[in-house]
Every structure is written in structure tokens, then in C-alpha cells.
């Protein structure tokens, strides 16, 4: 896989307001014959020299449709090209997933079920044979009647998320809300933009400049299945995540991931149906801390670089260090540099770097990770959850 940094979408300039949701046929072709529209709604206060943030407003219980235009420019060459690629629907959307713990700062996502991207028509990106071509995609939005809250909407090969606020009109907006917008890009040189929107409007908000903050999950945000994040993202069992008041467990007989009330999980373990769910984060153990696990220079066509960085916390040197990636294939960083005759001191920290050979991955989302070493001639070994920062 090769990661391509692309210009930002571009918002044409129409200030009109959304005609109603008309069938997505006849709204698809308003798209390609360019007579579509971008409903925009102006905040009832606008100070021009603030940078400001596109975003796209829904109710609860509606839908909408977006159109994106995809464009190859003309000379351009990837080891990977996205012509004739099919588009997996439905969808899910995310909702941000921010911690800060002292100096520690992760950026995640969480994919929930309250809003999904429900359609693309046509599901396949097709661009014929020649250069500069350019194709329209249709996305159907649904917001469910649960769903008030704040979103980031990732189109496939769109490289900025659209932030979607729904169940608020403009007066209400939190620009603090979308505080991971600036996410590394995996479009393989394909150029977007927003070319129609119906049954939403687009407002612009002053961009926020508050301090990072931790999010705290809302108590209506419904994280999807165990069942759908191991197959959607080929993740392992053991990163899975569960909505708020239930408890993960892992089943002895298959291994299959279920989340399930902590009473319920009490009662399967002791009964020996269920395994605990082991993982941790941010500090670890007794010996390690992840100081960050993160996306990193050079690109290359065989996929990301990523760098894992680990702090000794214990209170004896680390002698020997290895963690594994589980992402769709399994990826080891070695820590050649923490040897027995160099070892890892007390509350310093050492970092591996490897290329994620022919793999990928969506920002936000848990992946597991396997920490093994030897601190004072005794083997540790931890298995925890990562988000892959950009």
C-alpha cells in the first residue's frame, strides 16, 4: 500500500438552502450533469479572520445524500490503482476517541451504529481508460432516531473526514468537538471533492483553538457488533471494544468475542464458557508504557511506516524487548537497540520502526499489540490495545 497526502476537499460556493430528499437516481445525475447544489447555512456570527471548519448538520431520523467527485490526474501512477474498485456498504461512522494523560496525547475513533453510510451508487469507482477521468459517487447517509451527537464521516479515498453535527442547528455547534481532522491519507493520488449534498446543510463554524481534551463516550452512542469489528477490520478478538456497562469476554470453545453485563460475564467465567478480556491501556505493567505507536516517514509503495515507542517503568534495566502488530497480517518490531550488553535504563525509552509490508490501517481503530522482554532475567509479556496515530 502506498500513502499519497492529498489537497484538501474542495466545497464549492453555492449559499442556498437543501431541497428535500429526492430519489437518489435523479439526484445522482443533478451531480454529474453539475446542476447540484451545497446547501449552506451562514452562523449567526461570522468573524471572516478566523480560520474556519466545514460542517455538515442532520436531524435524527433522517437521511441524506452526498456526492463526491473522484478525479485521476493525468500523468499519475500508483502501484496501486483504484479503478473498477468496489465499494463495501454499509458503512460505519465514527466518533472521536481522544485521551490525554499528562503528556501522553492519543487520537482514536470509535465506529458506531447511530449513523451509517447506507448506499453508494454506482458501488464500483470506474474511470475508463482515460487520463484526467473522473467519476461521481453517491452516498447515502441514515441517521438513526438515537443518533443526536457528533461524527466524522471517512468516504472511502476521501482524505479529510467530513464532520457531521446531528441534532443541532447552528446557534448549538461545538467546533471543539473535531479536534482529529488532520488524519495521513490513503487515496493513491486520487483527487475529491463535495459536488452535491441533499436533505443536510453545510455550515462553517470559527475553527476551534481549545486544548486538546479527552472525549467521554455519549450514553446513546452504539459501538458496533463485536462479530462486525473483527471481520470488517480483520482485527483480533482481544481488541474488540463494548458499549458502555458491558464487559468483553472471549469464548473458550471458538475464541469467539461477545460483550456482554458484568453480572453475565461473572457467570460464564466461573463457569469456565468464557475467557476475561486481559488487555489494558496507556500504562501497561509493572516494567513498560507505551509512549506512542505512530505513522511515520518515509511512504513507500509496500505500505505505512510505523514506529512504536516503549518506556522502561520498571525499576531494573530492560535486556531484551519485541512487540507485535496484529493488524491483517502480524508485524514484529525487534528493538535491536535493547540488548544485554545495551540495555534499556530505568525511565528511558526506545523505539523500533518496520514497514507494514502490504498492510493498511484505519485510524482510530483498536489494533492488538504483544509486548515480550526480559527485565532483570525474568520474561514479561503483555497483550494490549493500540490506536495507530497518523
Known amino acids: 500500500m502506498i500513502a499519497i497526502l492529498c489537497t484538501s476537499l474542495i466545497f464549492a460556493s453555492h449559499t442556498v438552502y437543501a431541497d428535500g430528499v429526492t430519489s437518489p437516481g435523479s439526484f445522482l445525475k443533478k451531480c454529474n450533469d453539475s446542476t447540484s447544489q451545497i446547501p449552506t447555512l451562514k452562523p449567526q456570527s461570522d468573524n471572516s479572520s478566523t ?180 471481520k470488517l477490520f480483520d482485527t483480533s478478538a482481544k481488541s474488540v471494544r463494548c458499549n458502555l456497562g458491558l464487559q468483553l469476554i472471549i469464548k473458550t470453545e471458538d475464541g469467539v468475542p461477545s460483550c456482554v453485563k458484568p453480572d453475565t460475564a461473572s457467570i460464564l467465567l466461573n463457569r469456565g464458557w468464557a475467557a476475561p478480556n486481559m488487555i489494558k491501556s496507556d500504562v501497561i505493567s509493572d516494567h513498560i508504557d507505551i509512549v506512542s505507536v505512530k505513522s511515520v516517514l518515509p511512504v513507500t509503495p509496500g505500505g505505512p511506516t510505523v514506529q512504536i515507542t516503549l518506556k522502561n517503568t ?52 483498536p489494533y492488538g499489540l504483544a509486548i515480550t522482554g526480559t527485565q532483570d532475567g525474568m520474561p514479561f509479556g503483555y497483550d494490549v490495545n493500540v490506536h495507530i496515530l497518523s
Open 314 to 365: 520498571g525499576t531494573k534495566p530492560i535486556t531484551s524487548l519485541k512487540a507485535t502488530l496484529h493488524l491483517n497480517n502480524s508485524y514484529v518490531f525487534n528493538f535491536t537497540n535493547v540488548t544485554p550488553s545495551q540495555p534499556l535504563a530505568v525511565g528511558n525509552s526506545a523505539s523500533d520502526t518496520e514497514i507494514l509490508i502490504g498492510g493498511g490501517f484505519t485510524t482510530g481503530f
Open 51 to 230: 480560520p474556519k471548519q466545514e460542517i455538515l448538520l442532520m436531524q435524527p431520523n433522517s437521511v441524506a445524500m452526498v456526492c463526491i467527485k473522484y478525479v485521476r490526474p493525468s500523468g499519475w501512477h500508483s502501484s496501486i490503482d483504484i479503478n473498477n474498485a468496489k465499494l463495501d456498504h454499509p458503512l460505519p461512522v465514527e466518533v472521536e476517541n481522544v485521551h490525554v494523560s499528562g503528556s501522553l496525547l492519543s487520537f482514536g475513533g470509535l465506529f458506531v451504529n447511530n449513523v451509517i453510510i447506507s448506499q453508494a451508487q454506482p458501488n464500483t469507482i470506474s474511470f475508463g481508460s482515460q487520463e484526467n477521468a473522473s467519476t461521481v459517487i453517491l452516498y447515502t447517509v441514515s441517521a438513526k432516531s438515537d443518533s443526536k451527537g457528533y461524527y466524522h464521516l471517512a468516504l472511502p479515498y476521501v482524505c479529510e473526514d467530513i464532520p457531521l453535527a446531528v441534532g443541532y442547528d447552528t446557534s448549538q455547534l461545538d467546533a471543539s468537538a473535531f479536534q482529529d481532522l488532520d488524519k495521513m491519507c490513503f487515496n493513491f493520488g486520487v483527487e475529491t471533492s463535495i459536488v452535491g449534498i441533499s436533505g443536510a446543510n453545510m455550515t462553517y463554524v470559527d475553527r476551534s483553538n481549545e486544548t486538546i481534551h479527552s472525549t467521554k463516550l455519549a450514553g446513546n452512542i452504539s459501538i458496533i457488533p463485536p462479530l462486525q469489528q473483527v
